[in-house]
């Protein structure tokens, strides 16, 4: 006689499922007098590990969104253009779209106009200390939330319960410091703890039989994480799943949520569509800074987006070291016949089996698993290119999924031990993650201090990235500017150049690394006066970027201070030569534009007329062409 196969019974809810819907649950009460001290336990943590922001200053993207913001300066009446206009509007002057699709990611920039309309000036130290409560609120709702979705799950010695340890990792993950400590990333901030308040309000609505009024405070917070950033709209499919989850006999609740939810997201496009139009995935995007898949050919795309991918589990296990420079080229091209895109498919391959499987079973580590591959789908790649390959604030939102997965690894390796003092082993097992991951996230701190530091860390890990290294360039340029002392300027400038030529090495038409290489030969030459390397890098950088403004304008400034004329000259006619030589229609008219500069010096020198006049005439206007011709047939 066969044996009859045994169903594992699942942790969460039972296998008994009634034909209609079952009573809602009984709300815990007296959260706020039972569970206080672990909320004071979060908040001393995440004061702990991030009370040293209060003390810096604005970095990286917080210009885009606050110091050269001319919205967010002007306080409270400037909330109305925040709020009816793209979000890079601001900072550019006008919506430019430079990476594929938009941006509308309005509430953030609101708090930022209501922190500069309260106090009337910059605060950094404020807006550092918002992001941090935040942050730490959105813990506590994470404490909460799980408990409200597993209340029967006993906690281990008593108090240590599976929500208390999700939120207690989520806080102490180093993975979450950019998000935090860059002023910026409140709009990631904002968007977690608006989708945390939704999903929070829908169950309590659903599952715990509350009123319409949280029911409509759900849809409300939902559609203010839309405002805070897109990302939220992945908790469309969440919030329907957890309820089906956690609440099996409420299937006709979670599909009502997602009809409520789906609602929402349509106002919510509708609004976004009309103010900053219709995204254009097809767009192309030509500025490799903004899409760093532009030069790679055949699948080399997928294949770094599936590194990618795999780098993140790797961050979400060992979180060290970290950078906030994942563009070209810190993320090397990948193709197939690499084993790391292999591993990576195979591990998400695995993931989404086993959280298929899992979930049928109505498995927390299922949910878990589903959780993060849901909230990374926006911000993988996949679906739209987000103009740089990877980011620690990406997975910000998705790192929940793994935080709880860890929780329900240690509770169910306890369901295994026999030990009397499995308890004890588990919250020791469990603090270890805890520990090492508080440490690691105080130790990555005081990397947001100053763009100096900042990038200082970044080209530790990022020494491939063209962005990187013309980042490090600028800030040591910044420095030398601010630096009265003529030695430690001389040294500044000395240690800058290596960083901008690599930069320019990586991607020869980055404009940035070849303004920066620009300015500094010419800080370099006012310092010694030495015209030879000088000339030198200028006539690199016009190869690869001639529409670099300054050196148009430094090369006037020089010849009216009357360096060596001759070896100026000679500078001017090989310049133009070269140009010539590549016989681009731009390369000639560059090659022009150079050779009249030179002609600002003698205006009668016979080799450039006659090369000037020979470029003219391969660009077709043969009158101006004669002008300079016959300058040379006069002498």
């Known amino acids: 006689m066969a044996k009859q196969k045994q169903v594992k019974k699942s942790p969460i809810v039972s296998e008994n499922k009634p034909k209609i819907e079952a009573a809602p649950l009984p709300l815990p009460s007296g959260f706020w007098k039972n569970q206080g001290w672990k909320v004071a336990v979060l908040l ?12 810096y200053g604005y970095v990286l993207d917080d210009q885009i969104v606050i110091t050269d913001n001319q919205f967010t300066k002007k306080g409270f009446s400037g909330i109305y253009e925040i709020l009816s206009t793209e979000s890079m509007t601001g900072y550019f002057g ?7 699709g938009n941006r509308y990611r309005p509430l953030s920039l609101v708090t930022f106009a209501m922190e500069y309309g309260i106090f009337n000036e910059l605060k950094p130290g404020v807006s550092h200390v918002i992001n941090l409560l935040l942050y730490i609120l959105s813990c506590v ?12 799950k006993k906690p281990l010695m008593g108090w240590f319960d599976m929500g208390f340890a999700a939120a207690l990792l989520y806080l102490v993950h180093p993975i979450h410091v950019e998000a935090v400590a860059n002023i910026k990333g409140r709009d990631e901030i904002m ?13 309590l609505h659903y599952m715990y039989g509350k009123g319409k009024n949280y029911l409509y405070a759900a849809l409300a917070t939902y559609f203010l994480g839309l405002l805070s950033k897109e990302n939220t709209i992945t908790f469309a499919a969440v919030i329907p799943l957890s309820i089906w989850v956690f609440r099996g006999d409420h299937r006709g609740k979670a599909w009502n949520s997602l009809g409520w939810l789906m609602v929402v997201s349509f106002a919510y496009l509708m609004i976004r569509f009309s103010i900053s139009g219709v995204p254009q995935l097809d767009q192309k995007i030509t500025d490799i800074m903004n899409n760093p898949f ?17 780098l993140y589990i790797k961050l979400l296990f060992l979180p060290f ?12 091209i990948m193709n197939w016949a690499k084993w790391q895109v292999w591993l990576s498919a195979l591990l998400y391959g695995g993931m989404t089996y086993w959280a298929w499987k899992q979930l049928k079973a109505k498995q927390l580590s299922g949910y878990a698993i589903a959780f993060y591959l849901i909230t990374l789908t926006i911000v993988s790649n996949i679906v739209i290119n987000l103009g740089t390959f990877m980011n620690d604030r990406f997975i910000y939102m998705p790192s929940l999924g793994f935080c709880l997965l860890l929780v329900w690894a240690v509770w169910e390796l306890g369901e295994r031990w026999n030990n009397a003092q499995k308890e004890i082993g588990q919250v020791a097992f469990l603090s270890i993650p805890v520990i090492a991951f508080a440490f690691l996230s105080f130790i990555r701190v005081p990397d947001w201090e100053t763009a100096l530091t900042l990038n200082q860390s970044a080209m530790r890990v990022s020494g491939n990235s063209a962005r990187a290294n013309s980042f490090m360039a600028t800030a040591l340029f910044n420095e030398f500017k601010e630096t009265q002392d003529v030695v430690k300027k001389r040294a500044l400038l000395n240690e ?10 990586i991607i020869p038409k980055y404009y940035n690394a070849n303004l920066m290489m620009a300015g500094i030969a010419g800080e370099t030459y006012n310092l010694n006066k030495e015209l ?19 050196l148009t304008e430094y090369l006037k400034y020089l010849n009216g201070t009357g360096p060596d004329l001759n070896q100026m000259m000679t500078f001017y006619i090989k310049v133009g030569k070269t140009l010539m030589a590549k016989k681009g229609a731009d390369d000639l008219k560059w090659a022009v534009h150079f050779m009249k500069l030179g002609l600002e010096i003698d205006p009668n020198q016979p080799t450039l007329n006659q090369l000037t006049g020979e470029s003219l005439n391969a660009l077709g206007d043969s009158n101006q062409a004669q002008l300079y011709l016959s300058r040379v047939a006069q002498q």
């Open 94 to 100: 006008a919506q430019q779209n430079l990476v594929q």
């Open 532 to 550: 030879t390397p000088f000339l030198t890098d200028f006539e690199q950088i016009i190869y690869r970027r001639p529409d670099v403004s300054f």
């Open 141 to 152: 709702f994470i404490l909460r939330l799980v408990q409200l979705l597993i209340p029967d």
């Open 294 to 310: 532009l030069e790679m050919k055949g699948g080399e795309k997928l294949a770094t987006i599936l590194y990618t991918l795999g």
């Open 44 to 55: 001393v943590v995440g004061l702990f590990i991030y009370y040293q922001t209060a003390n």
């Open 321 to 332: 070291p970290l950078t906030h420079d994942y563009y070209p080229y810190a993320i090397p």
């Open 496 to 505: 800058a150049m290596p960083y901008a030529r690599k930069a320019a090495d």
């Open 191 to 203: 968007a977690m703890l608006f989708s945390l308040l939704s999903l929070y309000f829908f169950v």
